[in-house]
């Protein structure tokens, strides 16, 4: 099984100034990253798509691609991705 990891933004949002800052990207950010989503999954022939947040959840949605979702590692939310990202797993075997 291939894994490919990619942001529905693929670049770093930053809070201004603090280029290592870490911050929710904008609706236009968004937009931008829609192409190239859209190619990264033809190119690599995805057929398992898993939103890691709720802003990559909503991108696929609107773009029609059904996806499994867990919870975006940020934040504090380590322990629950990697369940998530374990279940997701399990499922597959």
């Known amino acids: 099984m291939m894994v490919l990891s990619w942001n529905a933004f693929p670049f770093h949002p930053h809070k201004k100034g603090n280029g290592e800052s870490n911050r929710t990207p904008l609706k236009k950010e968004l937009?931008?990253?829609?192409?190239?989503?859209?190619?990264?999954?033809?190119?690599?022939?995805?057929?398992?798509?898993?939103a890691m947040g709720n802003k990559a959840e909503e991108s696929l949605n609107k773009l029609g691609i059904s996806c499994d979702k867990v919870r975006h590692p940020a934040q504090g939310g380590k322990n629950e991705f990697v369940e998530g990202?374990?279940?997701?797993?399990?499922?597959?075997?």
């Open 85 to 93: 990202i374990r279940m997701i797993k399990e499922k597959l075997k």
């Open 31 to 50: 937009l931008i990253g829609e192409k190239p989503l859209l190619q990264m999954i033809e190119m690599f022939n995805i057929e398992k798509v898993v």
